[in-house]
């Protein structure tokens, strides 16, 4: 009888170590792979993407619903210009959690990168629907669909944006842009001139006012811009270009020279 209790005993104490076993597996693999994905940040943030990926993989051995993990080894991906890999890796990541922005916002650089810019769009798309009150998902989706050429579906995205944010000027300017290729140059300035009561500075719509300036032959006001605007920024080539294209329509030729020559 006080054997048969003894072995009772036993057997109760391995089952509970073998419950505790069971219950902390879990925890201990998760651990193991934040470790990795751990070290994988460490050698990406010194620039061993490879060595990154490497780590990244071991924490998705360890534990393949760590979607973390899977958003990193993207990055690396596209900073190795792997971007069909970072896309397989991306699309892995939504099979996890189709929710998780980082993917898509991944997903959308890796199509862009490749000038994919109708599966870019789809992917900014899907994001847009996902988390319709963010600004930037609007402005993301205007963007590859104005890279793909579609302007009027790209208004309408920044239409969106500026619904919810009536001073975005980043999504302001992009209207203007899309007004410009649609043939709407006179729609496109009131918006440019929209951004520069908003903001005196900003250098981008300085810039395209003084395009359309030069579309027009209006030559004193284009330069007047371009000057301004790479007095808001020296190192800004753009606006140096387009004075000297100016200087060119304007038959002053050694002007627009030193400027090439310059910059």
Not at 3 to 17: G, H, T, V
Not at 199 to 223: C, F, P, T, V, W
């Amino acid at each position: 009888m006080v054997l048969y209790r003894k072995m009772n005993m036993k057997s109760a104490a391995m089952l509970s170590a073998l419950f505790l076993i069971i219950l902390l597996y879990p925890v201990c693999l998760g651990e193991e792979a934040d470790y990795y994905d751990w070290k994988g940040l460490k050698a990406y943030d010194a620039k061993n993407y490879s060595d990154s990926i490497a780590w990244f993989d071991k924490s998705i051995e360890m534990d393949p619903g760590y979607i973390d993990a899977r958003i990193h080894k993207g990055r690396a991906q596209r900073a190795l210009k792997d971007y069909n890999g970072s896309i397989d890796t991306y699309m892995a990541a939504l099979q996890v959690d189709r929710l998780k922005r980082d993917a898509w916002s991944g997903l959308i650089e890796s199509y862009a990168a490749l000038n994919n810019y109708s599966q870019a769009a789809e992917a900014a798309r899907s994001l847009r629907e996902i988390e319709p009150a963010r600004k930037e998902n609007w402005l993301a989706e205007g963007n590859m669909l104005q890279m793909e050429g579609d302007y009027q579906e790209a208004l309408e995205s920044y239409e969106g944006a500026l619904r919810i944010d009536p001073q975005y000027k980043e999504a302001l300017y992009r209207k203007a842009v899309s007004l410009l290729a649609l043939g709407r140059p006179e729609e496109a300035e009131g918006i440019l001139d929209q951004i520069l009561k908003i903001d005196a500075r900003y250098k981008l719509a300085i810039n395209g006012m003084g395009l359309i300036h030069l579309a027009q032959g209006e030559y004193g006001e284009a330069s007047e811009l371009f000057e301004n605007a790479s007095q808001v920024d020296p190192a800004w080539s753009q606006p140096k270009c387009n004075m000297a294209i100016s200087l060119i329509e304007q038959q002053r030729m050694d002007e627009a020279m030193k400027i090439y020559a310059a910059i």
